[in-house]
């Protein structure tokens, strides 16, 4: 109790002392309450994960998208710290804001903080978090087929038998929803063996996965398929496998997508095969424009999906695509989603 009514002062010193971002909308007079008084509305992110490339892009999304709506952002971020993350929902009730976007964390921490949010009057929404609510809107990727689309591209690239590495960490709602993928596949082909499970989220993520993955494969050497469904868990599994000299023995496949993520399945000889993804900027502003749909007073739904697209290694060099920019020109549907939309909101960047 001590560690909340300490976090909701800090709350109150930072709205007093800090700056919000946004700017008004061009046209906030033709827009819905709250919206046509710009700079009105305030709403927060309250974020559980944000390392990577996936988590840096997620959020130029969200302040994209909030500039574009003309509203006050807070960001905060509890650096992987569950209980952290519950209070600084708290904190943001006490900063007084309309709505809250809960990015990432943990149902059993999550849930009973998001309650207190939805009592307090204000409107939620979660981004790959199942904070089982039927107030809040669920945002996600469309994890499952995230994993099944990548994990159809390892049958196809490897055939139905082969010995796996599973990178994994149980209780996150999107690794848990590609694990469901996983299962299915392992049940639906016998010959496919799983040698190994290992996973951790500790910063860096890379290189923690990096240290376990090392240890993973010289204990077995047969392994030649690594379902690794997180960009940063498939940076790690690459980086011990240029070490161990098994580029050529092993293929990557994952989840998610960053400028770093294309250049290093591009690098000559990479294992990383493929990867299925959405552009995180485009989750971010998605995020956004269904808090604001609900702070219009109008219904986006229980489920918001934004669908993933099949990238692999051979696209990239074929297309020559060297960064986001370059994918988002070769795939249309990457650089927008015509998800959680109304005829009065602006579009960030447009």
Avoid: C
């Avoid at 809107?137 to 689309?149: A, F, H, M, V």
């Avoid at 240029?242 to 092993?250: F, H, I, N, P, Q």
């Avoid at 808090?291 to 986006?300: H, I, Q, R």
């Amino acid at each position: 109790m001590l560690r909340r009514e300490m976090m909701k002062l800090a709350g109150a010193a930072a709205l007093a002392l800090g700056a919000g971002l946004g700017a008004a909308p061009a046209l906030a007079a033709d827009m819905p309450a709250p919206f046509d008084n710009p700079g009105e509305v305030k709403i927060a992110l309250v974020r559980y994960l944000s390392t990577g490339d996936f988590f840096q892009a997620y959020l130029a999304g969200v302040e994209r998208q909030a500039e574009a709506l003309g509203v006050d952002l807070r960001v905060l971020d509890s650096r992987q710290d569950a209980a952290l993350q519950a209070d600084m929902v708290d904190q943001a009730i006490a900063l007084g804001v309309d709505g809250i976007v809960i990015q990432h964390g943990l149902t059993e921490s999550m849930k009973e903080a998001a309650q207190r949010a939805v009592d307090a009057g204000i409107k939620v929404v979660a981004f790959d978090v199942n904070v089982e609510n039927p107030a809040i809107p669920q945002i996600e990727q469309s994890d499952y087929l995230l994993g099944k689309l990548a994990l159809e591209q390892a049958l196809k690239d490897n055939g139905t038998e082969f010995t796996a590495g599973y990178v994994y960490v149980p209780g996150i709602a999107p690794l848990d929803r590609r694990h469901v993928a996983w299962e299915e596949v392992k049940e639906a082909n016998a010959g496919i063996t799983e040698a190994a499970m290992f996973g951790t989220l500790d910063n860096p993520i890379a290189n923690s996965v990096a240290n376990q993955a090392r240890s993973v494969l010289q204990a077995n050497p047969t392994i030649s398929v690594v379902f690794a469904p997180y960009d940063e868990f498939a940076k790690g599994v690459k980086i011990a496998v240029d070490e161990a000299g098994m580029s050529g023995d092993v293929d990557i496949y994952s989840a998610d997508v960053s400028t770093a993520d294309i250049s290093a399945m591009r690098e000559p000889g990479s294992a990383w095969a493929a990867t299925v993804a959405t552009n995180p900027a485009v989750v971010g502003e998605v995020s956004v424009r269904t808090l604001a749909l609900m702070l219009a007073g109008e219904d986006p739904g229980q489920q918001v999906v934004v669908p993933p697209t099949l990238i692999t290694q051979q696209f990239l060099n074929d297309e020559d695509i060297k960064n986001m920019d370059d994918l988002a020109a070769k795939m249309p549907a990457f650089a927008h989603a015509d998800v959680a939309m109304a005829d009065w909101m602006p579009l960030a960047g447009r």
